[in-house]
């Protein structure tokens, strides 16, 4: 059963990664190339879907994360998994210190509403989204680790 819990966590973040993967290496490319301001047409309405079930991929995550830990706790990887629960957890941070805000006024935003600054803002949040990246990705490793 602790077999089944540690592939379906390591699962379950990895394809986590994948998706944020792919929204800071191909997504915002595309999106990016859009002619003038349907990119952030685009960006607000990723924001819109993606915004509704992200909480949840992290959330869940870090709860099957933390498990795995509990689980395993005095055995081989233990501190792999904490220290990959604890990466999770930062991104949980990062999330709602750093991104959510820009996100979250960016779905607002539509061609008469929008700031002058709208592409500075966009950048940034790319910027944040690109660093969580690679938090997601040292969770990732250290949970593959873990496996070993």
Same mark, same amino acid.
């Given at each position: %059963? *602790?077999?089944? =819990?540690?592939?379906?966590?390591?699962?379950?973040?990895?394809?986590?990664?994948?998706?944020?993967?792919?929204?800071?290496? $191909? %997504?915002?490319? $595309?999106?990016?190339?859009?002619?003038?301001?349907?990119?952030?047409?685009?960006?607000?309405?990723?924001?819109?879907?993606?915004?509704? *079930? %992200?909480?949840?991929?992290? +959330?869940?995550?870090?709860? *099957?994360?933390? $498990?795995?830990?509990?689980?395993?706790?005095?055995?081989? !990887?233990?501190?792999?998994?904490?220290?990959?629960? !604890?990466?999770?957890?930062?991104?949980?941070?990062?999330?709602?210190? =750093?991104?959510?805000? $820009?996100?979250?006024?960016?779905?607002?935003?539509?061609? /008469?509403?929008?700031?002058?600054?709208?592409? /500075?803002?966009?950048?940034?949040?790319?910027?944040?989204?690109?660093?969580?990246?690679?938090?997601?990705?040292?969770?990732?490793?250290? +949970?593959?680790?873990?496996?070993?």
């Amino acid at each position: %059963m *602790l077999n089944a =819990l540690e592939v379906v966590t390591t699962v379950v973040v990895g394809l986590m990664v994948g998706v944020e993967f792919s929204v800071a290496f $191909i %997504m915002s490319r $595309i999106l990016n190339a859009l002619p003038e301001d349907s990119s952030q047409l685009g960006h607000a309405h990723g924001g819109r879907m993606l915004g509704a *079930l %992200m909480p949840f991929w992290y +959330l869940g995550s870090l709860a *099957l994360s933390a $498990i795995w830990a509990a689980a395993r706790w005095h055995q081989h !990887g233990a501190g792999l998994v904490v220290t990959a629960a !604890g990466l999770l957890v930062l991104s949980v941070v990062m999330s709602v210190l =750093l991104l959510v805000p $820009i996100n979250n006024r960016n779905k607002t935003w539509t061609a /008469e509403n929008r700031p002058a600054d709208w592409k /500075e803002q966009l950048q940034r949040w790319n910027r944040y989204h690109c660093l969580r990246v690679a938090v997601l990705v040292a969770a990732f490793t250290l +949970l593959v680790a873990a496996l070993a």
